[in-house]
């Protein structure tokens, strides 16, 4: 583990702090009138989920943390662990469910995902950016709105309510963007 100052933390550093290992989800850098320089730090505990406000002055040293990075592939879900394999190893790791959040229903059988370790500990979990799904219920396109800019809302064959243009037709295939939870091209 390297030593950084304060100021040179950035979103998605993984640093070490009162015993945990956290990432930094938003920085601000304040440079008052009186006083110091500092880095105003949300940062979130990647073991927990708690979130913590810290400020860190650019003389405050700080343990940053690289984790690495393995692909694994989902297997299954049971009682809500989330299963995965290391396609070399063939090794089967548990993750809980709720570390996915509300992106939980993208995770398809056999999927590739990304499983950042500390050690041997698994901490995350990150599903590819986009994710094919299928329209199960839509709204039929009205003549004269494909004109217009407007979106309607559509149910997806994993439960997931989005909204999509209004030429997206029921069982069309579509790509949804899994971090913004939105429509992002046919399929």
Not at 25 to 47: C, D, I, M, W, Y
Not at 80 to 104: C, H, K, N, P
Not at 149 to 164: E, F, Q, T, W
């Amino acid at each position: 583990m390297a030593k950084i100052n304060g100021n040179e933390i950035r979103p998605g550093t993984i640093v070490e702090h009162d015993g945990g290992l956290w990432a930094s989800v938003k920085v601000s850098h304040v440079k008052p009138g009186k006083g110091g320089a500092f880095a105003q730090v949300e940062l979130k505990n990647l073991r927990d989920g708690r979130k913590l406000n810290e400020r860190f002055r650019s003389e405050d040293k700080v343990e940053e943390v690289r984790l690495d990075m393995k692909d694994q592939q989902f297997l299954y879900e049971t009682d809500g662990r989330l299963v995965f394999m290391d396609s070399e190893t063939y090794e089967q790791i548990e993750l809980d469910a709720d570390l996915l959040g509300e992106r939980r229903p993208f995770l398809q059988d056999g999927m590739t995902v990304s499983v950042q370790y500390y050690g041997e500990e698994p901490l995350n979990v990150t599903i590819p950016q986009k994710v094919v799904c299928k329209v199960v219920e839509t709204e039929p396109v009205q003549n004269g709105q494909t004109a217009s800019k407007s979106y309607k809302p559509a149910l997806l064959d994993n439960g997931v309510r989005i909204m999509v243009p209004p030429f997206i037709n029921t069982d069309e295939d579509i790509v949804v963007h899994t971090e913004f939870l939105e429509y992002s091209e046919r399929a």
